[in-house]
């Protein structure tokens, strides 16, 4: 069981675990949640709440039942791999906040940039026609060209720089 604490304007500010159940808790900012993890096993209100945001997110039409089963835990992996996160299946912290939000909870990646996060933009965009470098990780001009592209054909601000819209906007692409 839990229980949430509201502000008078009926903000949700926590929400709080009986430590009998044995789950952890993590914390979601982007609905200022503090969320119990959950995996295959788990049921109860928080996984009802789970499988109404996959049902939103059309990664889950079954039964909106309280319990994490193995069709729950294929939604979660699926929702994990468009926005860019481990697919392990468990809903942690940032699995919630990708929920809540649609979009992946990344860094601002821009020339000179490296890393991961670099790969991850050039991959998905290499693999949906819009760059053609080495997957290396840099973020360098070829990248940047292909960012402005992507982004022009997207209607978003074309500045080359990969934020929050541009992160969105790549996890609806094929990757």
């Excluded at 860019?84 to 939000?101: I, N, R």
């Excluded at 060209?145 to 074309?158: D, E, R």
Aim: overall charge neutral; glycine content about 10%; cysteine-free.
């Amino acid at each position: 069981m839990y229980t949430e604490e509201r502000t008078t304007n009926n903000e949700t500010l926590a929400l709080a675990a009986d430590s009998t159940s044995g789950s952890n808790l993590a914390f979601s900012e982007a609905s200022r949640l503090i969320k119990p993890t959950l995996r295959r096993g788990s049921t109860g209100q928080a996984v009802k709440e789970l499988q109404q945001l996959l049902f939103h997110w059309q990664y889950y039409f079954g039964l909106i039942d309280g319990i994490f089963g193995v069709y729950v835990e294929n939604a979660v992996k699926d929702y994990q791999h468009r926005v860019f996160l481990l697919e392990d299946g468990v809903v942690g912290s940032l699995t919630w906040q990708a929920l809540y939000s649609g979009a992946p909870d990344k860094p601002i990646q821009m020339i000179g940039s490296s890393g991961n996060d670099v790969k991850i933009v050039q991959n998905v965009l290499k693999l949906n026609g819009y760059y053609f470098g080495a997957v290396d990780g840099f973020f360098g001009p070829m990248t940047k060209v292909a960012v402005i592209q992507f982004q022009t054909n997207k209607g978003l601000p074309a500045d080359g720089i990969v934020g929050k819209r541009t992160w969105h906007a790549l996890s609806k692409l094929p990757h």
